[in-house]
């Protein structure tokens, strides 16, 4: 009963003599000069970037041209379904390169701003 009591106390004596402590971070434009720091770096190695993505979606493109009609082939498909694969995989592509060369320019992100 005694320590409760000792415990009351304390907790009271805290509570009323402390002071207020106001701190206060000085972090205004701190997301912006991040962003300019990151922008800097990435302006040097951004080509290389985008010539690597480049080769790299080209790339898959012909493994991914060349399973499709491979197995096109095996199955004996006639030429009209030959050519529709043709335009679905070319607009498929299309679309895609498309967002891989906007996507690096930032046009993507800026549209949506």
């Given at each position: 009963?005694?320590?409760?009591?000792?415990?009351?106390?304390?907790?009271?004596?805290?509570?009323?003599?402390?002071?207020?402590?106001?701190?206060?971070?000085?972090?205004?434009?701190?997301?912006?000069?991040?962003?300019?720091?990151?922008?800097?770096?990435?302006?040097?190695?951004?080509?290389?970037?985008?010539?690597?993505?480049?080769?790299?979606?080209?790339?898959?493109?012909?493994?991914?041209?060349?399973?499709?009609?491979?197995?096109?082939?095996?199955?004996?498909?006639?030429?009209?379904?030959?050519?529709?694969?043709?335009?679905?995989?070319?607009?498929f592509t299309g679309?895609?390169?498309?967002?891989?060369?906007?996507?690096?320019?930032?046009?993507?992100?800026?549209?949506?701003?």
């Amino acid at each position: 009963m005694k320590s409760i009591r000792w415990y009351a106390m304390a907790t009271v004596m805290l509570l009323v003599f402390t002071t207020p402590a106001f701190a206060e971070l000085g972090s205004a434009g701190i997301m912006n000069d991040v962003l300019s720091r990151f922008h800097g770096a990435a302006s040097g190695w951004a080509s290389a970037l985008e010539d690597a993505a480049g080769r790299l979606f080209w790339s898959l493109v012909l493994i991914s041209m060349i399973w499709t009609f491979g197995l096109m082939a095996l199955r004996k498909a006639d030429l009209a379904e030959f050519f529709a694969e043709f335009v679905r995989f070319t607009v498929f592509t299309g679309f895609f390169w498309w967002l891989l060369t906007n996507a690096v320019s930032g046009a993507i992100l800026a549209a949506r701003s």
